[in-house]
């Protein structure tokens, strides 16, 4: 049983910030330690030193997380029982807004081959000039009986799709595969209630490759993560906080939105992030600071980019501390170690830095130290009721 | 709220052995440290620095594990939300076929003095040649109306009795009071439409002292563990496994084929289940191999025994990974500490080896060397999420 934490919640005179480096964890193996174990980090060793670390799983042992899940992790949310489809992260991160009973999906523009299989999954990242004339044309030919369908662009070969109508259901099967040299999947309804949406997405399938028939590259629309908008409660109202959000990337600016962040306006880099944190410091008393280079390089394997990325935030680190805050988490949503080029179930490592917070022996961040240090090994999202009390914001449960 | 696993089951051609050291776990006194740290385990050592160690509760802090939830926890079931009653694993280990509604409980043929006092609580070990007459004079006289009463023997004082007929309850509690110099107890309905049964079973304590009365020990069935059978869902049906049992002893192969596992023709001892493994590997992607002396020793209170057990199982390593299996578990399903001689609470010790499980600093296998381990203090069904992850048979969960 969870503990709600509203009426425990108490106003105080303190900020918090949570830096999340994006698929920060690794692990260590017969050759090396981890990236972060490697990175020269004297600013988040300074953080360790002076305040707890540990290690902490997103979702649950073995659990590989999405962003969604890791993000509502951070923010103290329950990713089992705050579940957020790919289509819905997708609206949020374009800011397109959906209402009760839309039905949204991610699409990726592929390519399959005269014998109808996937050749590629992502149309060669089509260029974004291209990608978006291609939508365009979707979006004026596409045309389906008592459902209104809307394209929206996002980069590359990413496709949002929302449907949008009478007695829509979000309970559709992906039709893409994910892997090449498949067919696409025939769209299925997971229950009888969405036999309608299921012939909806046949009916637009068919349509989309008609009118793509002639497209060198992109001649379907591969869908998945079919979801309708679920309202979550807001940290406002959870904690009592007035959060922002200074992060760069679409998704998780739609994520920390629909747990009612105020998301400033796009910053362009990191710099860019510390100098928007400073503009709006006395306005919010929750930062949510995301930094996206440890992920990106992670999933492409580059394991001295992913050490350089963790070294570009520690030098952030300085200019953060500089605006006083009283408490500091840094942590990831998951792990995206190098070896495997991808996201995994690997605990990610955590610190929080405060007066309060309770100092273990550690003095340096990274997996090795988080392993015995103060905060144990948790769920990700028992990070939030820590912060939270080491921020004063938290009263006594029980007499 | 628990992870249903079983969407996010993909294929692999990769192999899992969990090797199952019955009773593994001790703990450190005034005078020495745990069995497991005393014996001399080369092998087990090394797969302990190559992969991640860590502690593993059964069932939960401070609680002592029976058999069954220790081994349901092993297998990743939560053995809170699955409960087995020890008649229901005494048929599944002697291969008695429970159909729904019918009532099973183990019986121990034990010793009553004149008083009506049980002066030894297994009729001091009746020799099996014995005790099956005895079984076999119980199985022609009892007779109850509306109830077909069936007793198995299993070993020495050891019956299992089932009973089927209509609208029986397995709500009744047990008759052996699990103490000596004590009277049975009278058979009790745990809830009113268990009230005919427990009628049942009265007749039935009733009838066997009758007909055993000129016995000279066994001159009583003391019962225990009513229970009903109870579909698990298989680990094919939660895991997508393929997974075969290698052990010698009857409830421990019975454990295994409630949770769907194809238990492999009874080996004679460690050897013969290495050659089992051998013969059908390539048949199955998952393998239980049971290891009991570390246990039986332990409840001897045999501290020489215990290590000589432990080492005897460090000795079959080298065959196991010349096997070349991707992921090897090495725990046990409850502690058994030589100082009690009795199951204990106390944490297991756990060992995963796999290349992305993520080595720790731990170069030794035991008690003190997994305390700060890379795997943590978990519940014991953690264990099987992170084998299947790092078999790479788990998909990422959310977008």
Redesign the interface.
């Known amino acids: 049983m969870a503990l709600d934490l509203a009426p425990l919640a108490q106003p105080a005179e303190t900020r918090i910030v949570l830096v999340v480096m994006d698929g920060l964890g690794g692990?260590?193996?017969?050759q090396r330690g981890t990236e972060l174990e490697e990175a020269a980090t004297p600013n988040l060793d300074a953080l360790a030193a002076e305040g707890a670390v540990g290690?902490v799983e997103p979702?649950?042992?073995?659990?590989?997380?999405?962003?969604?899940?890791?993000h509502l992790g951070l923010f103290g949310y329950?990713?089992?029982?705050f579940?957020?489809?790919?289509g819905v992260?997708s609206a949020a991160g374009l800011e397109v807004k959906l209402n009760a009973g839309d039905v949204a999906a991610?699409g990726n523009l592929a390519t399959l081959d005269s014998s109808g299989r996937i050749t590629d999954r992502r149309a060669g990242r089509l260029p974004d000039p291209e990608a978006s004339e291609v939508v365009a044309r979707l979006s004026t030919e596409v045309k389906i009986d008592g459902v209104e369908v809307e394209f929206v662009h996002e980069a590359q070969h990413r496709v949002l799709v929302v449907l949008r109508g009478e007695g829509l259901d979000p309970g559709v099967a992906d039709t893409d595969p994910q892997v090449t040299l498949a067919e696409p999947r025939v769209p299925v309804a997971l229950h009888a209630s969405a036999e309608r949406t299921a012939d909806v997405v046949s009916q637009l399938d068919e349509q989309v490759r008609t009118i793509l028939a002639d497209h060198p590259r992109a001649n379907v629309l591969l869908l998945?993560?079919f979801d309708s908008h679920r309202a979550l409660p807001s940290m406002q109202e959870r904690y009592g906080l007035s959060p922002a959000a200074v992060a760069i990337y679409p998704m998780y600016r739609g994520i920390a939105r629909l747990v009612g962040m105020d998301v400033l306006p796009r910053p362009a880099d990191l710099d860019a992030q510390l100098a928007a944190l400073k503009e709006h410091w006395d306005r919010f008393d929750y930062f949510f600071l995301h930094h996206k280079g440890t992920d990106s390089t992670g999933e492409d394997g580059d394991r001295p980019g992913k050490v350089a990325a963790v070294e570009a935030l520690d030098a952030a680190i300085p200019s953060l501390r500089d605006l006083d805050p009283d408490v500091i988490v840094v942590t990831g949503d998951h792990s995206t170690?190098t070896?495997?080029a991808a996201?995994?179930?690997?605990?990610v490592p955590a610190l929080i830095w405060a007066e309060r917070v309770g100092r273990d022996e550690a003095t340096r961040f990274g997996?090795?130290w988080c392993?015995?240090g103060g905060l144990?090994?948790r769920p990700t999202k028992d990070l939030m009721p820590i912060a939270l009390a080491c921020a004063g914001r938290l009263a006594k449960y029980g007499a």
């Open positions: 692990y260590s193996d017969s290690l979702v649950g042992p073995g659990i590989t997380p999405g962003s969604g899940p890791g329950d990713p089992l029982e579940e957020l489809g790919r992260l991610r998945r993560g170690p070896q495997m996201h995994s179930w690997h605990p997996e090795r392993r015995g144990g090994l």
